[in-house]
């Protein structure tokens, strides 16, 4: 983990910690930099996370109705790191090796993160032959063998200790102020593999309810995320009841449809999301509904970035999509149709940069990273180049705790660099890719700045001369590399 100072650390109520802030920042300043100052290392105390809606005035964040010292809503900021078997066992024993919760719940809050997904595959096998997965939410009560030799599903049972998992998993995150979305379903394996839906529940020689979800016999289970078999659709809906009666009174929870299913998946998924809804309204507690990216090699499968805009979801996770703007190398501006969570995991599998975290959060997005983690499902979580990403995940959550987000928007027209979000007039954060100098349009800003340079690798933070507004003004960072720039009116 890079160095960290204080001034990071998101405070446990930000209106009471402003003068501590200000004042580390003066005392550092004055020895040389923050470097120089103590720090005490690990995670600070977690703030109890507040129940999400999609704020009023700015949506392209959350709200969960706390306010800010001016009265205004706080906007809440999700980042965090994802990782495929951090709800189910995913492995080469039978049954596959437990999954260290505790320890990864310790691995978020030592980068700072407060958000991830919760991954449901539905195979009980994946990738090859030797990855196992465990434990299922529906029953294998027989009579009879499935494909992979064990008792056969009951699809009329439920797994209660499926659900149990679940609860805990969800309950030790909210202790730990970190948000959950939910994965009812996942897609990615039923549109890129032939061979693995024989490993489903829904196949017809695996399960005692004689469900068959390949009635066309091409060997993908495309069907399961369609409406084409009304019997599985209400399987799936007495599934997803019973995911909200196990955690919909919890305040931590979103939910995710489906993980990379296809366009032939559209309307399922839309139907879903409007399920999901449905059955919240008549519950004392609403949770956000997302919509990810429709992936499949098949081009002809592939969902667009418009099918999620279009959709009924909270929020939605892109794909990169071509031109001018592209979420992986040149992230638009949001614009608050919809609260935009950009994923690793659609933009380039296990892929990352720290760059491109810092071009999402100045272009007013929420960045998540699809974590290899410890590198038991797929490769090496170790690699250095992860840690950069982890770590500038936590950086931006940090400073976004310090910010007024909610007055915030993308406005890189200020900014020579491009990346700038602002409350004009009154606060500016700027992204620098390759550091030295930035010129930043405070010509609608009368007042005077507070200055300060981030280093988003190490983590360390700088104050810098104060500066008056009312013109064009140009800025040298005093680090090598990368820098983010932060404005605020006196």
């Given amino acids: 983990m890079a160095k960290q100072h204080p001034i990071f650390e998101p405070p446990t109520r930000l209106k009471t910690n402003q003068t501590k802030i200000a004042a580390l920042l003066s005392v550092c300043a004055l020895i040389g930099g923050l470097t120089a100052c103590a720090h005490t290392g690990g995670s600070t105390a977690a703030e109890p996370p507040g129940l999400l809606r999609v704020h009023p005035t700015n949506p392209r964040y959350f709200t969960d109705g706390t306010k800010n010292a001016d009265g205004s809503l706080r906007a809440v900021y999700l980042t965090g790191s994802h990782t495929w078997n951090n709800l189910i066992d995913i492995g080469p024993g039978d049954p596959p090796a437990t999954f260290d919760y505790p320890a990864y719940l310790d691995f978020l809050g030592k980068h700072h993160h407060n958000f991830f997904r919760l991954w449901s595959p539905e195979e009980v096998v994946l990738y090859d032959a030797m990855h196992n997965v465990a434990p299922q939410p529906w029953a294998r009560s027989g009579p009879g063998t499935a494909i992979d030799g064990k008792p056969k599903f009951d699809l009329g049972q439920l797994n209660q200790a499926y659900f149990d998992r679940m609860r805990q998993r969800v309950e030790a995150a909210g202790r730990r102020g970190i948000y959950v979305a939910i994965m009812f379903f996942e897609g990615w394996t039923i549109g890129n593999k032939r061979d693995r839906f024989k490993y489903h529940p829904f196949h017809r020689d695996n399960n005692v309810n004689g469900i068959d979800g390949d009635p066309n016999r091409d060997d993908r289970g495309r069907e399961v995320h369609s409406l084409e078999i009304p019997a599985i659709t209400k399987l799936q809906e007495a599934y997803i009841r019973r995911v909200i009666e196990t955690v919909g009174d919890l305040d931590n929870v979103l939910y995710e449809i489906a993980n990379e299913s296809g366009n032939y998946s559209t309307e399922w998924q839309y139907h879903l999301i409007r399920f999901v809804k449905a059955v919240e309204a008549n519950r004392p507690k609403q949770h ?203």
């Fill in 288 to 490: 956000p509904v997302g919509m990810t990216f429709q992936y499949t090699s098949d081009t002809k499968f592939r969902g667009t970035n418009q099918l999620l805009l279009d959709s009924p979801a909270d929020w939605i996770s892109p794909n990169k999509d071509a031109g001018e703007w592209n979420y992986k190398d040149n992230p638009p501006p949001a614009d608050g149709r919809k609260v935009i969570v950009p994923d690793t995991d659609h933009l380039g599998g296990i892929w990352g940069t720290a760059t491109w975290v810092w071009k999402c959060f100045t272009r007013g997005h929420n960045p998540i990273f699809m974590d290899p983690y410890d590198g038991r499902v797929l490769d090496d979580g170790a690699l250095p180049r992860w840690e950069s990403v982890r770590t500038s995940l936590g950086l931006a959550h940090q400073l976004a705790r310090r910010v007024n987000l909610g007055a915030m928007t993308p406005q890189g027209a200020l900014a020579s660099s491009g990346y700038c979000l602002a409350a004009a007039g009154k606060e500016y954060v700027v992204y620098v890719p390759g550091g030295d100098s930035v010129t930043i349009d405070l010509t609608a800003a009368p007042g005077s700045f507070q200055v300060e340079w981030l280093d988003p690798r190490e983590g360390r933070s700088r104050a810098g001369k104060g500066v008056a507004g009312a013109a064009k003004r140009t800025f040298q960072s005093p680090f090598d590399g990368d820098v983010v720039l932060h404005l605020k009116v006196q």
